[in-house]
């Protein structure tokens, strides 16, 4: 492509990604002269208004996060129809293209990347934010393997692996990396972010998502029913302490995962500290021999079974040569003695040799964070293995376990534990906006019988636009649930949309995508709102009306204009041949009145009538350089 400049400042230089819903390039900021990367999105979603705002109010929250393990960004625009951000360029790769070329990762660098990300999260946590699509795509490694956590609220590509809720587009996350409660629809908070983190743990571990089908919505049931494997059981020599880090961070409860992100960065500590301290082979089990080299005998030693000299004729040097040997032979000895008795006592700290004489404590009705804090005190392991269903255990609540209680085992022994899913009863899934075909399959995954009426609707045939029980109630497994798809021939009606403060150009998009047509445009003067924004509309928002109708609207002409006089000096220019930009920022936006125009220093100055709206600024500069920057109130033609 040409080189394509943004609003005078940003020079594209190359594409360096191409997403879902956006291209990135890598550009130049000609104002602060840094490489930058800006994201622009695709013209296919340029004429969502309700995509657009949400694009903007997201990415303004996520500018306001500092931290190093977060993508900063700078500054978020539009140009014509470019909505588009600008953000820190991170040389590197996506941890994605890193877990694809070198899983799995050794566990010491799955702690130093969980560290980092986990950090990122919880600077954004403490502002409120949650990212709710955390996944290695979306992380990026630099070359000094920095992770920085990108798309801050704003990932919202729709693509075959992103679940949608149905009734307000939101949508939910990526189905390999997303949390049980955002399967279900339900209410998402930081420890969906702790749970895809995990999730994205047990990837660089392993090289593979625990859960995988051949569709997003078998994906998502996984999620919420299925057991996750442990790594473990994937590949050898994963540490003990950190497969228990990832399975409690995955934790199909939200209440038995870590509380904050925080919490996880110190149980990494703690294991970064073990292993520091124990050191790697016997912290992870490791089955390897010490590395004693044998003792080889001095080749100009005489062994005695070959040579029999009397005691009283053994001559000088070979008695010494004999004692040296002894010396090493000793030595020898007592080095493998030391290294046996230290790997004994390190073996029986960490509970694989030594007698049974711990008794298995009653975790039955425990919840499994619970389980896990007496089972610590106890100097036990736990472990889930499945969940089952229970009228008797409330959800979360151990069920059975194995060793039962009271048995003896020895220390750091795994006890099995079984889990309750509750009764029976089943939350419904949300299935209103799929196909009849994809809503049956999800409830008859969800153990619930269909029931299809077809009704006469605005919607696409064959959409579901009504079911009962509604999404998110109790029902019995097997129950009927009742869904209604559309005949598509029903007369639509669509609510007005709020268009006050837009842009013309915006609120003709709104009415447009709401299913209107675009009705009468009048202009006022108006000092409330700047020049080129709606003040009025025909019918209030929130009004019903039947597509096809005509909204027509009021567009301000501004508080008026006014012209004010500047003088540039060229005496501050270094150059005796130079170029002059001159920049206005006023209320009806930022512009080049200059750009980039030769001058000659002889000429000593020139003075510019400059016109504008409101209050602003005037920024001079003589290349590149900034020599000027005045207040300027065009109202009153007062410069300061």
């Known amino acids: 492509m040409g080189s394509k400049v943004i609003v005078g400042r940003y020079e594209l230089l190359e594409k360096i990604g191409d997403g879902g819903m956006a291209v990135v ?45 977060i993508v900063s960004i700078y500054d978020v625009g539009k140009e014509g129809n470019i909505n588009y951000i600008v953000m820190e360029l991170v040389e590197g790769m996506p941890l994605s293209r890193l877990i694809k070329q070198r899983a799995p990762l050794d566990y010491n660098t799955v702690i130093d990347y969980s560290k980092q990300i986990a950090a990122g999260l919880a600077a954004a946590h403490k502002h409120g934010i949650i990212h709710r699509d955390v996944k290695p795509h979306n992380i990026l490694v630099n070359e000094d393997g920095v992770c920085k956590i990108a798309d801050f609220g704003i990932a919202k590509a729709i693509s075959t692996t992103t679940i949608v809720d149905g009734t307000s587009e939101k949508i939910m996350g990526s189905v390999h990396y997303f949390s049980p409660e955002q399967a279900r629809g339900g209410y998402v908070d930081e420890k969906s972010d702790i749970y895809s983190l995990g999730i994205v743990m047990y990837e660089m571990l392993t090289g593979q998502v625990p859960f995988d089908a051949d569709n997003p919505v078998s994906v998502a049931l996984m999620h919420i029913n299925e057991p996750i494997t442990p ?200 299935v209103i906006g799929l196909s009849e075909k994809d809503a049956k399959k999800l409830l008859k995954d969800s153990e619930y019988d269909v029931e299809v009426r077809v009704v006469t609707a605005p919607q696409t045939k064959g959409i579901v636009v009504n079911q009962s029980p509604g999404a998110g109630e109790t029902a019995k497994k097997g129950d009927t649930v009742t869904i209604e798809v559309s005949d598509g021939e029903g007369k639509e009606e669509g609510e007005v949309p709020s ?121 001079v500069v003589f290349d590149n350089d900034t020599v000027m920057r005045r207040n300027v109130d065009f109202e009153t033609g007062e410069l300061s």
């Open 231 to 430: 790594p473990s059981k994937l590949v050898d020599g994963i540490p003990p302490g950190l497969e228990k880090i990832v399975m409690k961070a995955t934790d199909k409860f939200q209440s038995n995962r870590f509380k904050s992100a925080e919490e996880l960065i110190e149980a990494l500590d703690d294991i970064d500290l073990v292993s520091r301290v124990v050191g790697n082979s016997v912290f992870m089990g490791s089955e390897q021999k010490p590395n004693v080299k044998p003792v080889q005998s001095d080749p100009y030693i005489y062994d005695e079974e070959e040579v029999q000299v009397p005691r009283e004729t053994v001559p000088p040097a070979v008695a010494a040569a004999k004692k040296r040997r002894k010396r090493r032979i000793i030595t020898a000895l007592l080095v493998i003695a030391a290294v046996v008795a230290g790997l004994a006592i390190a073996a029986h700290s960490l509970g694989i040799i030594g007698k049974a004489n711990i008794e298995v404590p009653d975790f039955k009705g425990r919840t499994v964070e619970e389980a896990e804090k007496i089972a610590e005190a106890k100097e036990l392991d736990v472990d889930i293995v499945k969940y089952e269903v229970s009228d008797e255990y409330k959800t979360g609540e151990v069920m059975d376990q194995n060793p039962p209680a009271g048995e003896k085992v020895k220390k750091n022994t795994t006890i099995e534990l079984t889990v309750s899913k509750g009764s029976d009863e089943g939350v419904v899934p949300n």
């Open 499 to 619: 268009l006050i403060g837009m842009s013309e150009s915006d609120a003709k998009a709104a009415i447009t995508n709401a299913g209107f047509e675009v009705g009468n445009i009048s202009e006022e003067t108006n000092g409330d709102y700047k020049a080129g924004q709606v003040i009025d509309q025909e019918y209030p928002a929130g009004t019903t009306l039947e597509k096809g109708k005509s909204i027509g609207f009021t567009i301000s002409k501004g508080a008026g204009s006014s012209t004010v006089q500047l003088y540039i000096d060229y005496a501050d220019a270094v150059n005796d041949v130079f170029y002059l930009t001159v920049t206005v920022s006023d209320d009806d936006g930022t512009r080049n009145v200059i750009s980039n125009a030769q001058r000659q220093k002889e000429k000593e100055g020139e003075t510019l009538k400059i016109k504008g709206t409101g209050k602003g600024t005037i920024t």
């Open 25 to 69: 390039y890598k550009a130049k900021d000609r104002l602060l002269n840094r490489a930058v990367a800006v994201k622009i999105l695709k013209p296919e979603y340029t004429n969502d208004d309700k995509f657009i705002n949400n694009f903007r109010k997201e990415s303004h929250a996520a500018a306001s996060l500092s931290h190093p393990n």
